[in-house]
Each structure stands twice: as structure tokens, then as C-alpha cells.
């Protein structure tokens, strides 16, 4: 991971004592002379970097930005180069420590906890904390716009800006939020049930379910839900088009009974909305009607053009509309704890008191103070008071305002001088409930995390709430989203693909037979359940590169050529008789994102691994970079990916860079650009073998794993908490968290589990304390 250099790196400085210039002159200086000044010194400076050029000796020891590389590839041993002299243990101990002694000016016993810029809450953030408040399912991905992203992760400080027209969006947002948790008329008391798109079965085959309905195909589906009461029924279809990737003709005609009634047909073809409603009333019996979805397919894709699926989310049955049984909301439920409001205005007025006072607390992340809950009990009064408005309008508008807030929409942290760079302070009870709930939970604290800070009892508990949040159903938003960032699986869907070119297929529906785009779901499960396994039951991280297992469904299994898996759900598959898999560098989802649309890129899977793997990123590219099909057309007809990359470094520009890079990626070549094993390219056996920056040679695929996840394992252990506590944190990894990632680095050797990594940076200084910033 790249480090930053603050401004206030700067004010660091000042003269050297005589202590400390015996100690470079006797202890360091001679280290750099033998293993380093050969290239980088008296002369000679390999790329670009010398290190006697200097004027002034002590603001030489001082420059934090000269001595990071230094550094860094010292503690990676990229440096010096595999066939030069290497430091020995003791030696590189040394040279590591005293840089960050005397020139980071960093104290293992103080670490600086650094700061954080104040953010809002990401799109994600902010679904999920309406949920745990509201109950309602906000679309937040359609609703506003795409949060930037800084290192890699979403959630950074530095990037999460609002703008005048996002503020706007939010104004809006809450008026939807509020409505949908606490409908208005006819609506607000009817009963709702859901019915998941799976539970839609064909009753001649049972495995076709409401999951993939092809255009191709004639098909029923059914199901008979629980009516509980006779009467008229408002019924939504909520579905997708998926399937093709560019626009076709296809159409087909979709019809949706339920009972004896039609509620409604549409003609279907190519849409790419996220969700498509169908919707209409009903008469509904008591019992079990049946629903039916009938799809036929009425014009077929022009040639070259991809087939089309429907695929349904869920039913929404709201009824019956009559009003004569009646049940609140799950939003209503959430606010109104003690029911209806009763009495006169002085009670209702006690009562709305009481609900903001509990949804306030909960939704600001800490107690709020008298005059904020009579402000929004004023509102509540106003609006009550209006011709034609109730009580619950009142409640309706004060949460409303609630949501606009900025101590809703900011994550906001007391610092008691801000602006003073030498102060540090421990995070209140409060502000770390927050940063725990939003680090496992992806949302606001729940009752119990603020009670114990209440009652300042959360630092005693740390271990007991993180296993307790860890058990909890909402941690699986952390798998998601992390995994989806940090291996990138949330990109899988969206990457552009060319199966057809890709597979060497001409027709475009013959390669969605060999291909089928639910296969890219199904790649991104796989490496998020594998995660979640290796998280729960406290495996060895390692095993996230080299482990002999994963998890499959059928179709999955059958495009990785493993037999033995059967139906749509995920089973853990023992790997030994498939050494070329395991681990996520095996997975699909890794070996899409980090291919281009028509082939595999060695350039991108190598940087990948560097940065997310093994945390020594490469420079950036020289500008004017040829492609690499312009490099290699003297090659002449389909040359190998490692001929081809082989006259692409043969400039002096590009060899440094890409001996770091490349070895990794042809070592990944046995891999399509789709993820399929293979064993030769253009008819030509691939050879995947290659040798590390830093020495060690492989063979294949399932050497390269070995040497990552035992040679390199310091570096992947470095990453990984780098990239952990980056998220955790909400800011990138700077020089000055290098005493924090030793420590964790060393709970790693003693205990290298994933939950182990968890309690660390959650005990760790940047977790627990912030200080100023100029």
C-alpha cells in the first residue's frame, strides 16, 4: 500500500544530536555503502534514485519522503535485487528500526493514532442504517449517485464530499424513507406479506425456479401462498431482465395469474433497470390460491445476439384492501413501541417526547440533549396542530428532519482541540460504539452498544460485543462489503466481458450455453462464502491463498470441470484432486476482474496481487505506453501471452516495473479471461513457471500459491492489516501507523486468524484514539 507524507512530516526536522549521527555513521551508513550505494550512490543512480545527492546531512535524515522507498522495499526485500548481497536478519532489523526511530520519529509505546476526516455515510451505509432504524428497504444504488473511493474502499473520509445536489437528494430520500415506514391512508394498516422469486417452482421439474425464466422457453411457474382472509388484494412482481449484455431483439410475453384473476401481462424485452414492477388488485379466497407466472417466448434474438432470462425478486402481497384486518407496518412497529397514541394533547405530546428521544438516540449514535427533543416535539405540535394532519404526520415530518440532520448523514467525533496535531485524545464510548457497529455492521450501533457506553462500560466488554457482532446476521454486510472492495467481487457483474471472443465462439447464444451470466453471481458467492468460512472458523488467514477447499453450486462446478455438486445451493468441495484450484487467486471472480474483455492481462493480475496480496504496489505506467498488440505484431499470427510480454519488457522503461508484475501474471496463465483452466494457448503448451522479484521460482499455478502464502506470508500479513485497518478506520495506511501494523502483524505469527486481526485493530491506537490536524 502506497503511505502518504503529510505537510506536518515537515516539522519534523531539526538538528541531529551527536548520538544520533554516531549512530548512522558507525551502524547505518556502512549497510547502505555495501548493500545499496553500488546503484544508488557515488554516481550511479538505477532508476532514478541516489542516494548521496544531498547538501545538508541532517535535513538528508530528515527527509521522510526520500527514505520510504528505502524503506519499504528493504522490508518487502525487494531490495537489493534477489541476485545481489542480502541483508541479513539482524542487519535489516536494524536499518528497518532505526528509520523509523530516528527519521519517521515514530515510539512503539505511543503510537500516533492519526486523524480522520469527518464523513458521511456511504450509500451503503446509508441503506443499511434506515433498515436497522425504519425497517424499509431504501434503493439507495438508483437513488443517488456512485460514492467515490479512496484506497480502494468506499467509506474513506478524504473522498466522501456532499455537494449541494446531493444534500437535495437526501431531503428527498428522507420524505421516501418516512412514508415507506409509516404509510399514509388506506394503505398504512394493511397486512404485507413477501414471497422470494425462488419459491416459484415448476411443479414437472423443481429445480426450474423463479430465479431464470429463459425467453427461449415456455414455462409455468407456481406457488400457492397462505391467504389468511377473503377480500381484494393489491399484488406487485417485482423482476429483472438479465442475460444479454448488449441490446437484442428477444421478446417474450409474460402473463401473471392469480386464482382466477389476470393480474396483469407485459411484453417483455432487452431492460436493464434494476427492478421492473408488475402490478394489479386481485380477489383472493382464504387458503392457498395459486400464483402462476407464465412466460412464451414471442421473437427470437436476431443472429450474433445474446439470449434473455427473467428473473424474480420477490411478490409483494398487501391485502386485504377492505380495512377490516389491520397490521402496522415493521416501520410503525419500530417507532410506535407503545402503540397508538392515547389520551390528550399533554399525553400525545409526553409520548412523541419519549419516541424521539429513543429514535433520536439511536439514529445521532449518542443521547442528545433537552432542547433538541423539544424542538422536535414542537415540530410534532405544529404539524399535529394543521387542518387534516394527525399525530403520526407530526412523527412523520420530525423523522424526516431527523434524517437530514448532519449528526444522521456525518459520522461525527468529538475532538477537543481539532486543529492541534500534538493532542490526543481516547475516542468517548459513544464515538466508538459508532466506529465498531459501522466496521462489522455497516450501520448505526444497535441497544445494547450504546447502553454500554452509557454506562462507559464498553471498553470492558470489547471482546464479549465484537464475539456477540461477529454471531450477528448483519456481520455478513462486512464479508460483502469488504470482500467486495478489497477482492474486488462487487466489480464481477459489471466488468466488460466478450464470452463469444473469449470462448472462440461465433455466435453470441452459443456462447451464453457455455457461459451462462449467472456464473458471474455465482463467482462472487463463491469467494465471499469462502471468506466468511475462513473468518467463522478461525482458519489460517493463508489459507485465503492456499487452501485445498471452496465452495460450489452445481453450475459452477461444471464450468471448472468438478463433478460431483448437484443443484443451486453452495457445498463446501474438497480440492485435493484439483491442485490448479484453491484460494482466491483460483477463484472466478478474481480471474475476471483482472482480465481484459477479450483476454487474460498478466500486467493487470500481477498488480493485483502486489496490491491487494502483497502490498508492494508498482509505479505507475510511463506515459505514451504502447499496447501490448502493438509491441508484439512482428510476432506474427496468435503469439502466447508470454511472447508477447516478453517483447513488451525488452524496453528499459518498462523492465523494472514489469519483472515485478509479470511472473505473478503468466504464472496465473493456465486461466482464461472467464476463469476456465487450460492448458495451452493458441495450441501452444503454456508455460507458466517464472521467478519473484525477490528469488523464489515456481513451476505452476499451485507453487506460485505456496510461495505467496508461506515465502511471502509477512508481506500478506503486512497487506491484509494494512487493508483491514484502512477499512476499519475510514483513512489510508500512513508511515506513522508502522508501529500499529507491527503489532498486528505480530498477533498474526501468534494467532493468524481472521478474527484475531478484528480484536487487534479494534484495540489498537487508531481505532481507539484520534488526534488534530492542521
Same mark, same amino acid.
Given at each position: 500500500m502506497r503511505l502518504l507524507i503529510t505537510a506536518s512530516c515537515l516539522l519534523l526536522i531539526a538538528p541531529l544530536a551527536a548520538d544520533d549521527l554516531a549512530e548512522y555513521y558507525e551502524e547505518i551508513k556502512p549497510l547502505l555503502e555495501h548493500y545499496c550505494y553500488g546503484?544508488?550512490?557515488e554516481g550511479s543512480s538505477k532508476g532514478g534514485f541516489s542516494m548521496d545527492e544531498f547538501s545538508d546531512l541532517s535535513t538528508h535524515l530528515n527527509d521522510i519522503k526520500h527514505w520510504m522507498p528505502i524503506w519499504q522495499d528493504v522490508r518487502s526485500q525487494i531490495m537489493p535485487p534477489s541476485d545481489e548481497d542480502q541483508l541479513m536478519d539482524e542487519e535489516k532489523r536494524k536499518l528497518l528500526s532505526w528509520i523509523q526511530r530516528k527519521v519517521f520519529k515514530l515510539d512503539p509505546r505511543y503510537p500516533d493514532p492519526g486523524r480522520v476526516t469527518i464523513r458521511r455515510l456511504n450509500r451503503t451505509e446509508y441503506r443499511n442504517a434506515v433498515y436497522d432504524l425504519l425497517g424499509v428497504e431504501f434503493n439507495t444504488t438508483e437513488f443517488f449517485p456512485p460514492d467515490d473511493t479512496g484506497y480502494g474502499f468506499d467509506n474513506i473520509g478524504d473522498v466522501l464530499s456532499i455537494s449541494p445536489l446531493l444534500m437535495e437528494k437526501y431531503v428527498a430520500a428522507a420524505e421516501e424513507v418516512v412514508l415507506e415506514a409509516l404509510p399514509k391512508g388506506k394503505n398504512a394498516q394493511v397486512p404485507v406479506r413477501m414471497i422470494a422469486g425462488q419459491n416459484f417452482r415448476d411443479p414437472g421439474n423443481p429445480r426450474d425456479n423463479g430465479l431464470w425464466l429463459p425467453?427461449?422457453?415456455e414455462v409455468e411457474l407456481r406457488t400457492a401462498p397462505e391467504i389468511k382472509w377473503d377480500g381484494k388484494y393489491d399484488v406487485t412482481v417485482e423482476y429483472q431482465i438479465r442475460g444479454a449484455i448488449e441490446a437484442t431483439d428477444q421478446e417474450a410475453q409474460l402473463t401473471v395469474t392469480c386464482a382466477k384473476d389476470t393480474l396483469g401481462e407485459e411484453t417483455l424485452g432487452w431492460d436493464q433497470r434494476e427492478v421492473i414492477e408488475l402490478r394489479g388488485v386481485v380477489n383472493l379466497k382464504k387458503g392457498r390460491p395459486l400464483f402462476r407466472v407464465q412466460l412464451k417466448p414471442t421473437k427470437p434474438p436476431t443472429e450474433g445476439q445474446e439470449e434473455q432470462a427473467m428473473t424474480i425478486r420477490r411478490v409483494i402481497i398487501r391485502g386485504p384492501l377492505d380495512g377490516k384486518h389491520k397490521e402496522y407496518s415493521k416501520g410503525h412497529r419500530m417507532i410506535f413501541v407503545e402503540g397508538e397514541p392515547k389520551g390528550d394533547a399533554k399525553q400525545r405530546e409526553a409520548y412523541a417526547r419519549r419516541i424521539m428521544r429513543s429514535f433520536v438516540s439511536r439514529a445521532f449514535r449518542r443521547p442528545i440533549g433537552p432542547q433538541t427533543v423539544e424542538r422536535l416535539v414542537?415540530?410534532?405540535?405544529?404539524?399535529?396542530?394543521r387542518p387534516g394532519?394527525?399525530?403520526?404526520?407530526?412523527?412523520?415530518?420530525?423523522?424526516a428532519t431527523c434524517l437530514c440532520s448532519p449528526r444522521f448523514l456525518f459520522r461525527i467525533e468529538i475532538q477537543p482541540e481539532p486543529d492541534n496535531p500534538g493532542k490526543v485524545v481516547w475516542l468517548d464510548e459513544y464515538a466508538l460504539a459508532s466506529r465498531l457497529s459501522f466496521f462489522l455492521w455497516?450501520?448505526?450501533?444497535?441497544?445494547?452498544?450504546?447502553? @454500554? *457506553?452509557?454506562?462507559?462500560?464498553l471498553r470492558n466488554n470489547l471482546r464479549a460485543q465484537v464475539n456477540r457482532m461477529l454471531a450477528d446476521p448483519r456481520s455478513k454486510r462486512f464479508v460483502e462489503n469488504f470482500v467486495g472492495q478489497w477482492l474486488q467481487t462487487r466489480d464481477v457483474t459489471?466488468?466488460? @466481458? *466478450?464470452?463469444?471472443?473469449i470462448l472462440g465462439v461465433d455466435d453470441r447464444r452459443d456462447a451464453a450455453e457455455l457461459f451462462d451470466v449467472r456464473l458471474l453471481d455465482d463467482m462472487s458467492k463463491e469467494t465471499e462464502l469462502f471468506f466468511d468460512h475462513v473468518l467463522r472458523n478461525n482458519r489460517p488467514v493463508e489459507e485465503l491463498i492456499s487452501a485445498r477447499y471452496t465452495f460450489l453450486n452445481e453450475r459452477l462446478a461444471n464450468f471448472y470441470g468438478i463433478s460431483g455438486v448437484e443443484g443451486e445451493k453452495f457445498v463446501p468441495v474438497n480440492l485435493e484432486k484439483h491442485p490448479e484450484r484453491g484460494g482466491v487467486l483460483t477463484h472466478g471472480s478474481y480471474l475476471i476482474v483482472s482480465s481484459n474483455p477479450t483476454r487474460t492481462s498478466p500486467v493487470k493480475r500481477g498488480l493485483f496481487v502486489l496490491d491487494n496480496l502483497l502490498g508492494t504496489p508498482a509505479p505507475p505506467p510511463p506515459p505514451n505506453t504502447p499496447q501490448l498488440e502493438e509491441v508484439a505484431k512482428d510476432l506474427g499470427p496468435n503469439p502466447t501471452m508470454r511472447q508477447m510480454m516478453e517483447v513488451h519488457r525488452d524496453s528499459a522503461d518498462c523492465r523494472g516495473c514489469h519483472a515485478r508484475m509479470d511472473p505473478i501474471g503468466l504464472g496465473l496463465e493456465n486461466f482464461d479471461a472467464l476463469g476456465r483452466y487450460r492448458t495451452k494457448e493458441h495450441g501452444k503448451t503454456i508455460n507458466a513457471a517464472g521467478e519473484l522479484l525477490t528469488g523464489e521460482t515456481f513451476g505452476d499455478v499451485a507453487s506460485l500459491k505456496t510461495i505467496l502464502a508461506q515465502s511471502r506470508k509477512e508481506d500478506f500479513y503486512r497487506c491484509l492489516s494494512e487493508k483491514l485497518l484502512t477499512y476499519a478506520?475510514?483513512?489510508?495506511?500512513?508511515?506513522?501507523?508502522a508501529t500499529t501494523i507491527d503489532l498486528l502483524m505480530g498477533r498474526l505469527q501468534k494467532n493468524p486468524t481472521l478474527q484475531e486481526l478484528i480484536f487487534g485493530i479494534i484495540e489498537s491506537a487508531p481505532f481507539q484514539q484520534r488526534r488534530g490536524s492542521r
Open positions: 546503484c544508488h550512490a425467453f427461449r422457453k414542537d415540530i410534532v405540535k405544529d404539524i399535529e396542530s394532519k394527525n399525530f403520526e404526520d407530526g412523527i412523520r415530518e420530525a423523522i455497516g450501520s448505526v450501533p444497535d441497544d445494547e452498544l450504546l447502553s @454500554l *457506553a452509557y454506562n462507559k462500560s459489471t466488468t466488460p @466481458l *466478450a464470452p463469444h471472443v478506520i475510514g483513512r489510508g495506511v500512513e508511515y506513522y501507523d
